[in-house]
Structure formats: structure tokens, C-alpha cells
T-cell receptor, first 115, second 115 residues
Framework: GESVGLHLPTLSVQEGDNSIINCAYS??????FIWYKQESGKGPQFIID?????DKRQGQRVTVLLNKTVKHLSLQIAATQPGDSAVYFC??????????????FGAGTRLFVKA | DAGVIQSPRHEVTEMGQEVTLRCKPI?????LFWYRQTMMRGLELLIY????????DSGMPEDRFSAKMPNASFSTLKIQPSEPRDSAVYFC?????????????FGPGTRLTVL
């Protein structure tokens, strides 16, 4: 069935280093891929998204890479800061027969930033 | 805008009781989503509405769960009767529409504990 999963459940990085969080998906019909950040006690917050017809998109300190050949998605965070400590979810949107888009979330990766 | 508002933030109830969770989406958003988050199953989409109409409720786990959206500014998720396995954090999210690139804005969640 459809699934969106993560390679690493936890990631620990030194402040100032770059972080890379990986994600695998199985639905080849996915149209959009999104990364969310969830801090403790809060709801997920949108970070960046990418359309299925792109392979790279950059934001402020974040870059998302999409490899459709191997169905792999990654989030790169440059110069990781303590405030980046959170759980990161990848998610995919695909068009359903209902005419709406359905979002499937991955399991999440916890990022620890060491000062 | 205050963002998505959920109430209550915490709910503790006993097995068999009825639980009603409430959500006020961001004004002007046409789509509303209910999610459940647990350690075991991660973030699961339960149901979503567009223009107050339920589009897909295939994620609702059982008939004990029901959701309504009587108007554009209010939605409820009801569990009757509640069971201990319903304990989770329930998130409401809203989006401008149902297209794939529409960012979902999440509320702070309701932490439900069923004893």
C-alpha cells in the first residue's frame, strides 16, 4: 500500500554543522512533497515543499532534494542551530478520486542539535 | 489571525464517556483536516472537509468517531463511547483549498487521555 517512511528515527548534529534528513516514499503518483517541523507541544509547521516535476528547491537555510527514480526525498538544513531541534516529517500529497488532495505523513525523524 | 484554534488543549476522561474536540480554522480557509498522532502510528489523517462538506472520511477508525463542520468557522470531532486506545493528540489543520500545493496550518492539538 501507500507509505511514506524515514530512514533514520533520530539524528544528532553539532551546532553549525549541516543536517540531512532522509525520507522514502512508495506512491509514484505523488504530486507534491512537503517537509514539516514539529516542536514539542506544538502542531507540525510547514517548512518547504517541492513539486514532483522538480528535483531541487531551496529556501532559507533549507534545501529539499527529490529523486523520483529511487523515490527518495531529503531535507538539508545548513548551519544547524539549537532552534532547529524538533521532529521533522516528510509528507506527500496526491490527487484522490474525490477530487481532493490527500496528505500522507512519514514516521518522523527527531533532530538533536548539540551546542 | 490567531491561527487554527483548538479546544480543549487537554482532555482526560473515563472509558465510555463521550468526547468532543473543537476546531476553529483560519478565516478564509476552505479546507479543514482532522489528524490523530500517536507514538505507534504517527500522524494519521482521519477526515477532511472542503467548503464544509466531508470529502474523505476513510481514515476514521471506527463508527465511534464522527466529525461535523456546520459552518466555515467551526468543526467538531466526536468520540462516543471513548476507549483507552483513543488516547492520542488530535490535530486540526486548515488550508486555503485542496490543491496539492496548499500549505496546511496546524492547530496546537488536543491531548486526549482516556482512562
Amino acid at each position: 500500500g501507500e507509505s511514506v517512511g524515514l530512514h533514520l528515527p533520530t539524528l544528532s548534529v553539532q551546532e553549525g554543522d549541516n543536517s540531512i534528513i532522509n525520507c522514502a516514499y512508495s506512491n509514484s503518483a505523488s504530486d507534491y512533497f512537503i517537509w514539516y517541523k514539529q516542536e514539542s507541544g506544538k502542531g507540525p509547521q510547514f517548512i518547504i515543499d517541492i513539486r514532483s516535476n522538480m528535483d531541487k528547491r531551496q529556501g532559507q537555510r533549507v534545501t529539499v532534494l527529490l529523486n523520483k527514480t529511487v523515490k527518495h526525498l531529503s531535507l538539508q538544513i545548513a548551519a544547524t542551530q539549537p532552534g532547529d531541534s524538533a521532529v521533522y516529517f516528510c509528507a506527500e500529497n496526491h490527487l484522490e478520486n474525490t477530487g481532493g488532495f490527500k496528505t500522507i505523513f512519514g514516521a518522523g525523524t527527531r533532530l538533536f542539535v548539540k551546542a | 489571525d490567531a491561527g487554527v484554534i483548538q479546544s480543549p488543549r487537554h482532555e482526560v476522561t473515563e472509558m465510555g464517556q463521550e468526547v468532543t474536540l473543537r476546531c476553529k480554522p483560519i478565516s478564509g480557509h476552505n479546507s479543514l483536516f482532522w489528524y490523530r498522532q500517536t507514538m505507534m502510528r504517527g500522524l494519521e489523517l482521519l477526515i477532511y472537509f472542503n467548503n464544509n462538506v466531508p470529502i474523505d472520511d476513510s481514515g476514521m477508525p471506527e463508527d465511534r468517531f464522527s466529525a461535523k463542520m456546520p459552518n466555515a468557522s467551526f468543526s467538531t470531532l466526536k468520540i462516543q463511547p471513548s476507549e483507552p486506545r483513543d488516547s492520542a493528540v488530535y490535530f486540526c489543520a486548515s488550508a486555503p483549498g485542496l490543491s496539492g500545493d496548499n500549505e496546511q496550518f496546524f492547530g496546537p492539538g488536543t491531548r486526549l487521555t482516556v482512562l
